[in-house]
Protein backbone atom coordinates (compact mmCIF):
# COMPACT_ATOMS: atom_id res chain seq x y z
CA UNK A 1 0.00 0.00 0.00
CA UNK A 2 1.28 3.48 -1.19
CA UNK A 3 1.65 6.92 1.10
CA UNK A 4 -1.97 7.35 0.14
CA UNK A 5 -3.70 4.24 0.41
CA UNK A 6 -4.08 3.98 -3.38
CA UNK A 7 -3.08 0.56 -5.43
CA UNK A 8 -0.58 2.88 -7.67
CA UNK A 9 1.79 5.22 -6.07
CA UNK A 10 0.60 7.54 -8.80
CA UNK A 11 -2.57 6.63 -9.56
CA UNK A 12 -6.39 6.56 -8.42
CA UNK A 13 -8.40 4.04 -10.16
CA UNK A 14 -11.76 4.45 -10.01
CA UNK A 15 -14.48 1.55 -10.59
CA UNK A 16 -17.51 2.81 -11.86
CA UNK A 17 -20.59 2.02 -14.17
CA UNK A 18 -21.10 4.32 -17.06
CA UNK A 19 -25.63 3.31 -17.55
CA UNK A 20 -26.33 6.46 -15.08
CA UNK A 21 -27.06 9.72 -16.95
CA UNK A 22 -25.56 12.27 -15.15
CA UNK A 23 -23.38 10.68 -12.75
CA UNK A 24 -21.77 8.65 -14.98
CA UNK A 25 -22.01 7.82 -18.86
CA UNK A 26 -20.37 7.96 -22.44
CA UNK A 27 -19.95 11.55 -23.60
CA UNK A 28 -19.72 12.22 -27.46
CA UNK A 29 -16.28 11.66 -27.60
CA UNK A 30 -16.48 8.58 -26.29
CA UNK A 31 -15.39 9.09 -22.81
CA UNK A 32 -17.12 8.10 -19.46
CA UNK A 33 -17.83 11.61 -18.35
CA UNK A 34 -20.49 13.04 -15.75
CA UNK A 35 -21.13 14.30 -12.25
CA UNK A 36 -18.76 11.19 -10.30
CA UNK A 37 -16.03 11.43 -12.92
CA UNK A 38 -15.40 15.21 -12.45
CA UNK A 39 -15.22 15.03 -8.25
CA UNK A 40 -13.07 11.72 -9.11
CA UNK A 41 -10.82 14.14 -11.24
CA UNK A 42 -11.29 17.18 -8.67
CA UNK A 43 -10.14 14.65 -5.55
CA UNK A 44 -7.05 13.04 -7.84
CA UNK A 45 -5.74 16.41 -8.83
CA UNK A 46 -6.44 17.34 -4.64
CA UNK A 47 -3.81 14.01 -4.02
CA UNK A 48 -1.83 14.67 -6.52
CA UNK A 49 -3.02 11.37 -8.54
CA UNK A 50 -3.86 10.22 -11.91
CA UNK A 51 -7.58 9.32 -12.16
CA UNK A 52 -8.04 6.21 -14.31
CA UNK A 53 -11.72 5.31 -15.11
CA UNK A 54 -12.69 1.34 -14.81
CA UNK A 55 -16.23 0.85 -16.33
CA UNK A 56 -17.54 -2.01 -15.21
CA UNK A 57 -21.78 -3.76 -13.92
CA UNK A 58 -22.51 -2.44 -11.08
CA UNK A 59 -22.57 -4.94 -9.37
CA UNK A 60 -19.28 -6.00 -9.57
CA UNK A 61 -17.74 -2.92 -8.27
CA UNK A 62 -18.52 -3.49 -4.79
CA UNK A 63 -16.13 -6.54 -5.65
CA UNK A 64 -13.47 -4.59 -7.45
CA UNK A 65 -13.31 -2.37 -4.55
CA UNK A 66 -12.32 -5.25 -1.93
CA UNK A 67 -10.25 -7.15 -4.89
CA UNK A 68 -7.89 -4.10 -5.41
CA UNK A 69 -8.96 -3.73 -8.95
CA UNK A 70 -10.29 -0.44 -8.17
CA UNK A 71 -9.06 2.05 -5.47
CA UNK A 72 -12.73 3.65 -5.24
CA UNK A 73 -16.35 2.88 -6.16
CA UNK A 74 -17.93 5.86 -7.50
CA UNK A 75 -20.79 5.22 -9.18
CA UNK A 76 -23.62 7.23 -7.59
CA UNK A 77 -23.23 4.46 -5.16
CA UNK A 78 -25.75 4.68 -2.25
CA UNK A 79 -24.46 4.85 1.69
CA UNK A 80 -26.54 1.10 2.70
CA UNK A 81 -26.13 -0.77 6.47
CA UNK A 82 -25.44 -3.99 4.34
CA UNK A 83 -22.56 -2.48 2.20
CA UNK A 84 -20.71 -0.83 4.88
CA UNK A 85 -20.74 -4.35 6.49
CA UNK A 86 -17.96 -4.86 2.83
CA UNK A 87 -16.30 -1.58 2.42
CA UNK A 88 -15.59 2.22 3.59
CA UNK A 89 -17.69 4.67 2.75
CA UNK A 90 -16.24 8.30 2.81
CA UNK A 91 -18.82 11.01 3.90
CA UNK A 92 -21.64 11.41 1.30
CA UNK A 93 -21.08 14.10 -1.47
CA UNK A 94 -24.96 13.97 -3.06
CA UNK A 95 -28.33 12.80 -2.22
CA UNK A 96 -30.44 10.38 -4.35
CA UNK A 97 -34.40 9.21 -4.48
CA UNK A 98 -35.54 6.23 -5.65
CA UNK A 99 -38.65 6.73 -8.04
CA UNK A 100 -40.97 5.18 -10.26
CA UNK A 101 -41.01 5.47 -13.89
CA UNK A 102 -44.39 4.31 -15.68
CA UNK A 103 -45.65 4.77 -19.27
CA UNK A 104 -48.44 7.52 -19.41
CA UNK A 105 -52.12 6.20 -18.65
CA UNK A 106 -50.62 3.58 -16.48
CA UNK A 107 -53.04 2.14 -13.79
CA UNK A 108 -50.02 3.02 -11.07
CA UNK A 109 -50.37 5.97 -9.82
CA UNK A 110 -49.03 6.31 -6.53
CA UNK A 111 -45.53 4.90 -4.89
CA UNK A 112 -48.47 2.76 -2.69
CA UNK A 113 -49.88 0.88 -5.43
CA UNK A 114 -47.06 -1.41 -5.95
CA UNK A 115 -47.70 -2.68 -2.33
CA UNK A 116 -51.10 -3.17 -2.58
CA UNK A 117 -52.71 -6.33 -1.73
CA UNK A 118 -52.76 -8.44 -4.87
CA UNK A 119 -51.64 -5.70 -7.15
CA UNK A 120 -48.96 -7.99 -8.80
CA UNK A 121 -46.74 -5.78 -11.13
CA UNK A 122 -43.34 -6.51 -12.69
CA UNK A 123 -41.07 -3.94 -11.50
CA UNK A 124 -37.91 -3.25 -13.70
CA UNK A 125 -34.74 -2.68 -11.86
CA UNK A 126 -30.79 -2.31 -12.47
CA UNK A 127 -29.37 -5.79 -11.32
CA UNK A 128 -27.47 -4.97 -7.51
CA UNK A 129 -28.95 -1.41 -7.08
CA UNK A 130 -30.70 -0.06 -3.67
CA UNK A 131 -33.78 -0.21 -6.23
CA UNK A 132 -33.41 -4.07 -6.80
CA UNK A 133 -32.68 -4.51 -3.59
CA UNK A 134 -35.85 -2.44 -1.97
CA UNK A 135 -38.31 -4.07 -4.75
CA UNK A 136 -36.46 -7.44 -4.00
CA UNK A 137 -37.72 -6.97 -0.58
CA UNK A 138 -40.30 -5.06 0.16
CA UNK A 139 -42.67 -6.16 -2.90
CA UNK A 140 -41.02 -9.97 -4.28
CA UNK A 141 -40.00 -10.71 -0.85
CA UNK A 142 -43.87 -9.94 0.03
CA UNK A 143 -45.47 -11.74 -3.24
CA UNK A 144 -47.05 -8.50 -4.34
CA UNK A 145 -44.98 -8.11 -7.52
CA UNK A 146 -42.19 -9.43 -9.62
CA UNK A 147 -38.85 -8.07 -10.27
CA UNK A 148 -37.02 -8.10 -13.18
CA UNK A 149 -33.45 -7.57 -13.28
CA UNK A 150 -31.33 -5.24 -15.98
CA UNK A 151 -27.64 -4.88 -16.24
CA UNK A 152 -29.03 -1.43 -17.37
CA UNK A 153 -31.10 0.84 -16.52
CA UNK A 154 -31.54 1.79 -19.57
CA UNK A 155 -32.88 -1.52 -20.87
CA UNK A 156 -35.21 -1.62 -18.18
CA UNK A 157 -36.72 1.38 -19.62
CA UNK A 158 -36.81 -0.22 -23.11
CA UNK A 159 -38.76 -3.09 -21.58
CA UNK A 160 -41.29 -1.05 -20.02
CA UNK A 161 -41.47 1.07 -23.31
CA UNK A 162 -41.97 -2.51 -25.09
CA UNK A 163 -44.48 -3.33 -22.57
CA UNK A 164 -42.62 -6.37 -20.84
CA UNK A 165 -42.92 -4.79 -17.66
CA UNK A 166 -44.93 -2.47 -15.54
CA UNK A 167 -43.03 0.38 -14.05
CA UNK A 168 -39.19 0.69 -13.67
CA UNK A 169 -37.91 1.58 -10.14
CA UNK A 170 -34.30 3.77 -10.32
CA UNK A 171 -32.28 6.89 -8.78
CA UNK A 172 -34.54 10.45 -9.84
CA UNK A 173 -31.95 12.22 -12.07
CA UNK A 174 -31.10 8.55 -14.58
CA UNK A 175 -34.82 8.65 -14.43
CA UNK A 176 -35.10 12.45 -15.62
CA UNK A 177 -32.70 12.02 -18.62
CA UNK A 178 -34.28 8.37 -19.42
CA UNK A 179 -38.15 9.54 -19.09
CA UNK A 180 -36.99 13.07 -21.01
CA UNK A 181 -34.81 10.66 -24.12
CA UNK A 182 -37.86 8.91 -24.65
CA UNK A 183 -41.67 9.77 -25.09
CA UNK A 184 -44.85 8.68 -23.64
CA UNK A 185 -43.07 8.16 -19.58
CA UNK A 186 -43.07 9.73 -16.47
CA UNK A 187 -42.10 10.09 -13.01
CA UNK A 188 -44.70 9.58 -10.16
CA UNK A 189 -44.86 12.39 -7.71
CA UNK A 190 -44.31 10.19 -4.74
CA UNK A 191 -40.93 8.93 -4.01
CA UNK A 192 -39.56 5.92 -2.53
CA UNK A 193 -36.81 6.30 -0.76
CA UNK A 194 -33.94 8.79 -0.06
CA UNK A 195 -30.35 8.37 0.04
CA UNK A 196 -27.03 9.58 0.01
CA UNK A 197 -24.28 8.83 -2.41
CA UNK A 198 -20.28 8.29 -1.25
CA UNK A 199 -17.37 6.68 -2.64
CA UNK A 200 -16.67 3.18 -1.70
CA UNK A 201 -13.06 1.94 -0.54
CA UNK A 202 -12.04 -0.66 0.45
CA UNK A 203 -13.20 -1.69 4.17
CA UNK A 204 -10.05 -1.01 6.55
CA UNK A 205 -8.44 1.08 4.36
CA UNK A 206 -8.71 4.21 6.56
CA UNK A 207 -5.59 6.20 5.02
CA UNK A 208 -7.56 6.45 1.67
CA UNK A 209 -11.03 7.37 3.42
CA UNK A 210 -9.30 10.07 5.64
CA UNK A 211 -7.59 11.20 2.12
CA UNK A 212 -10.74 11.25 0.56
CA UNK A 213 -12.51 12.82 2.84
CA UNK A 214 -10.37 15.24 3.31
CA UNK A 215 -9.74 16.42 -0.36
CA UNK A 216 -14.20 16.48 -0.17
CA UNK A 217 -14.04 18.66 2.78
CA UNK A 218 -12.19 21.20 0.44
CA UNK A 219 -13.89 20.57 -2.61
CA UNK A 220 -17.30 21.26 -0.58
CA UNK A 221 -15.48 24.30 1.20
CA UNK A 222 -14.61 25.84 -2.10
CA UNK A 223 -18.06 25.48 -4.04
CA UNK A 224 -16.66 22.68 -6.20
CA UNK A 225 -18.88 20.04 -5.36
CA UNK A 226 -21.84 21.93 -6.02
CA UNK A 227 -20.68 23.45 -9.28
CA UNK A 228 -20.03 20.24 -10.51
CA UNK A 229 -23.73 19.31 -9.89
CA UNK A 230 -25.66 22.27 -11.08
CA UNK A 231 -23.48 21.75 -14.28
CA UNK A 232 -25.08 19.03 -14.98
CA UNK A 233 -28.83 19.22 -12.92
CA UNK A 234 -31.15 21.53 -13.90
CA UNK A 235 -33.21 22.36 -11.34
N1 LIG B 1 -27.97 4.62 -5.99
C1 LIG B 1 -28.21 3.29 -6.42
C2 LIG B 1 -27.38 2.31 -5.64
O1 LIG B 1 -26.42 2.65 -5.04
C3 LIG B 1 -27.98 3.11 -7.91
C4 LIG B 1 -26.61 3.44 -8.39
C5 LIG B 1 -26.39 3.00 -9.81
N2 LIG B 1 -25.19 3.54 -10.32
C6 LIG B 1 -24.68 3.28 -11.54
N3 LIG B 1 -23.59 3.89 -11.88
N4 LIG B 1 -25.30 2.46 -12.35
O2 LIG B 1 -27.62 1.14 -5.62
Redesign the pocket.
Given at each position: ETANGTVNEDKLIMG?????PP??YYGDDGEVTGIDVEIAQAIADKLDLKLQVEDMN?DSIITAVQSGKADVGI????VTEDRLKNVNFTDSYAT?VQVVIVKEGSDITTVDDLFADGANHSIGV?S??????YCTDDIEGKKLGTVERFNK?ADAVQALIAGKIDCVV??NQPAKEFVAANEGLKILDTEYVT?D?AIAIKKGNDKLTEKINGALKELKDEGKVQEILDKYINA
Open positions: TNAEFYEFAGMTGQGTTGDIGIDEY
